[in-house]
Nanobody
Framework: QVQLAESGGGSVQPGGSLRLSCEVSGNILSFNTMGWYRQSPGKQRELVADITKGGGREEYVEYVDSVKGRFTISKDNVKKTVDLQMNSLKSEDTAVYYC?????????WGQGTQVTVSS
């Protein structure tokens, strides 16, 4: 059974940086998508960034427009981790951030980690 464990959330002032990390336990298949979503109170969960891996070495990365140029997603296939480096944080980035793995039609979520951006 696959499980995801996030770390790295916290509180930061506007303009600051945080790095989120997600470690996967269990098997990861050749075709998969790993990434980060977030959810603010009263809003739907939204995609922040993800990486889709095909059967070969190619990977496709996508970001929601609001984080482009500020956030960077990265993955380590050996360590089975996916990280999200968040720079130039804004108050509207405040949310619970969830790690996600999708493979063979099965979606697995982490427990979530709170990110608060406030002065």
């Amino acid at each position: 059974q696959v499980q995801l464990a996030e770390s790295g959330g916290g509180s930061v002032q506007p303009g600051g940086s945080l790095r989120l990390s997600c470690e996967v336990s269990g098997n990861i298949l050749s075709f998969n998508t790993m990434g980060w979503y977030r959810q603010s109170p009263g809003k739907q969960r939204e995609l922040v960034a993800d990486i889709t891996k095909g059967g070969g070495r190619e990977e496709y990365v996508e970001y929601v427009d609001s984080v482009k140029g500020r956030f960077t997603i990265s993955k380590d296939n050996v360590k089975k981790t996916v990280d999200l480096q968040m720079n130039s944080l804004k108050s509207e980035d405040t949310a619970v951030y969830y790690c996600m793995l999708r493979q063979s039609g099965i979606l697995t979520w982490g427990q979530g980690t709170q990110v608060t951006v406030s002065s």
